[in-house]
């Protein structure tokens, strides 16, 4: 992977890079992918430091074991395309992560063609889970702990590296309204897997005289928030990929790197449950409204599952979570700003065999506040997994 680029001298905090992986399917000859981004602290550009490049699994686990890019000093997130979870599952569960079960109801339900997440406890997602596990190891030993809910202090400083679960059809979906999704093609059907479809939708113009709709997305997310003319050339380039091979990889490891952005600059938020067991997502703070209502009933709630915003300081290298409404765009303020750092797992709660790797597990810790949501229905999570 070439670095030449990123390498540049740069004045000191002027940029924020982020790494996105898509491990791809779950099987020896599939390929994996990765991306870097980088946000601009001044401009509020987001530009595009190394293009999605397919590569094979073995080249994605030496990638994250040696390359240099991960000791990178403007390196602070890795997002990746994955299932994961605090502790790593020796066995495939018998019950959904309480994250997978929500967005697995309603509208974001494949019956209602949402994005629909796929269940780890589902034996023909589960090999996917176990393709992460030893990426998120190499991870923790490169010192980017995973980002999740735990514990109940009132606040938390945003570590300074993280590695953040990210499911990119759901990171596209909520910026767009449901109606449209109704009416793209099955998923048996050429382009019919949902970020597949929306991707271009996004991040495509309809002619040269205006700009794609994801800019409108990211204004109203975060002010000044924009893409620079590099990144949308590469977005163009990732959606003019004909076949859903090997184009899925390179966009969904873009989409995923993206995510890391919008919450390093304060536009994302974390939706999951605590637990050894559980995962967090991130996702975009502000959703359409018609998603907004659907994470609002509370007949589709799932106890104990938050929403947190993230919220970075005035210093980009700290940040704080603070609960949010299940309302649109409603964000109520921090009313304490004190920030701490949780201590290091010991190695027995890492469990990730490895010595080396002990004590580098960090956990953000967020305000404990009384869920909103309601028991409901799990589903069956059997939809929409025959492509990966």
Same mark, same amino acid.
């Given at each position: 992977?070439?670095?030449?680029?990123?390498?540049?001298?740069?004045?000191?905090?002027?940029?924020?890079?982020?790494?996105?992986?898509?491990?791809?399917?779950?099987?020896?000859?599939?390929?994996?992918?990765?991306?870097?981004?980088?946000?601009?602290?001044?401009?509020?550009?987001?530009?595009?430091?190394?293009?999605? @490049?397919?590569?094979?699994?073995?080249?994605?686990?030496?990638?994250?074991?040696?390359?240099?890019?991960?000791?990178?000093?403007?390196?602070?997130?890795?997002?990746?395309?994955?299932?994961?979870t605090p502790l790593p599952? @020796?066995?495939?569960?018998?019950?959904?992560?309480?994250?997978?079960?929500?967005?697995?109801?309603?509208?974001?339900?494949?019956?209602?063609?949402?994005?629909?997440?796929?269940?780890?406890?589902?034996?023909?997602?589960?090999?996917?889970?176990?393709?992460?596990?030893?990426?998120?190891?190499?991870?923790?030993?490169?010192?980017?702990?995973?980002?999740?809910?735990?514990?109940?202090?009132?606040?938390?400083?945003?570590?300074?590296?993280?590695?953040? @679960?990210?499911?990119?059809?759901?990171?596209?979906?909520?910026?767009?309204?449901?109606?449209?999704?109704?009416?793209?093609?099955?998923?048996?059907?050429?382009?019919?897997?949902?970020?597949?479809?929306?991707?271009?939708?996004?991040?495509t113009a309809s002619d040269?005289?205006?700009?794609?709709?994801?800019?409108?997305?990211?204004?109203?997310?975060?002010?000044?928030?924009?893409?620079?003319?590099?990144?949308?050339?590469?977005?163009?380039?990732?959606?003019?990929?004909?076949?859903?091979?090997?184009?899925?990889?390179?966009?969904?490891?873009?989409?995923?790197?993206?995510?890391?952005?919008?919450?390093?600059?304060?536009?994302?938020?974390?939706?999951?449950?605590?637990?050894?067991?559980?995962?967090?997502?991130?996702?975009?703070?502000?959703?359409?409204?018609?998603?907004?209502? @659907?994470?609002?009933?509370?007949?589709?709630?799932?106890?104990?599952?938050?929403?947190?915003?993230?919220?970075?300081?005035?210093?980009?290298?700290?940040?704080?979570?603070?609960?949010?409404?299940?309302?649109?765009?409603?964000?109520?303020?921090?009313?304490?700003?004190?920030?701490?750092?949780?201590?290091?797992?010991?190695?027995?709660?890492?469990?990730?065999?490895?010595?080396?790797?002990?004590?580098?597990?960090?956990?953000?810790?967020?305000?404990?506040?009384?869920?909103?949501?309601?028991?409901?229905?799990?589903?069956?999570?059997?939809?929409?997994?025959?492509?990966?």
């Open positions: 992977m070439t670095k030449k680029a990123m390498m540049t001298s740069r004045p000191p905090r002027t940029r924020t890079l982020v790494l996105g992986i898509d491990p791809g399917r779950a099987r020896p000859k599939g390929l994996a992918a990765s991306i870097v981004l980088s946000l601009d602290e001044v401009t509020r550009g987001i530009g595009v430091v190394q293009p999605a @490049e397919p590569m094979s699994k073995a080249a994605l686990k030496a990638f994250l074991a040696d390359d240099p890019l991960l000791a990178h000093p403007e390196l602070r997130m890795v997002c990746l395309a994955a299932p994961l599952l @020796e066995r495939r569960p018998w019950k959904a992560r309480a994250v997978e079960i929500r967005l697995a109801r309603g509208a974001f339900s494949s019956a209602e063609r949402g994005p629909h997440m796929p269940w780890i406890a589902n034996a023909k997602v589960w090999p996917r889970y176990e393709q992460a596990v030893p990426l998120l190891h190499a991870l923790v030993v490169r010192r980017y702990p995973l980002l999740t809910l735990t514990a109940v202090t009132p606040s938390s400083e945003f570590p300074h590296r993280c590695t953040a @679960e990210v499911f990119p059809k759901a990171s596209l979906a909520v910026l767009a309204p449901r109606e449209p999704l109704r009416s793209r093609p099955l998923v048996t059907q050429f382009f019919g897997q949902l970020d597949d479809w929306l991707f271009p939708q996004l991040f040269t005289t205006t700009s794609p709709p994801i800019e409108a997305c990211l204004q109203s997310l975060s002010s000044c928030l924009h893409l620079d003319p590099g990144t949308l050339l590469e977005t163009q380039r990732i959606a003019r990929i004909r076949r859903p091979s090997p184009r899925r990889e390179p966009l969904r490891a873009f989409v995923a790197a993206l995510q890391g952005i919008l919450a390093l600059a304060g536009a994302g938020c974390l939706v999951g449950a605590t637990g050894d067991h559980e995962g967090s997502l991130l996702l975009p703070a502000s959703w359409h409204p018609d998603w907004e209502t @659907e994470w609002s009933d509370g007949r589709r709630a799932v106890p104990k599952l938050q929403r947190i915003p993230v919220r970075p300081f005035t210093d980009p290298q700290v940040a704080t979570f603070a609960p949010l409404e299940q309302a649109p765009r409603a964000m109520e303020e921090s009313d304490r700003q004190t920030s701490g750092e949780s201590e290091a797992a010991s190695s027995e709660q890492l469990a990730l065999g490895a010595s080396e790797a002990r004590g580098l597990i960090q956990c953000i810790q967020v305000r404990n506040f009384k869920s909103v949501s309601k028991e409901g229905e799990d589903g069956n999570g059997l939809d929409e997994i025959q492509v990966g």
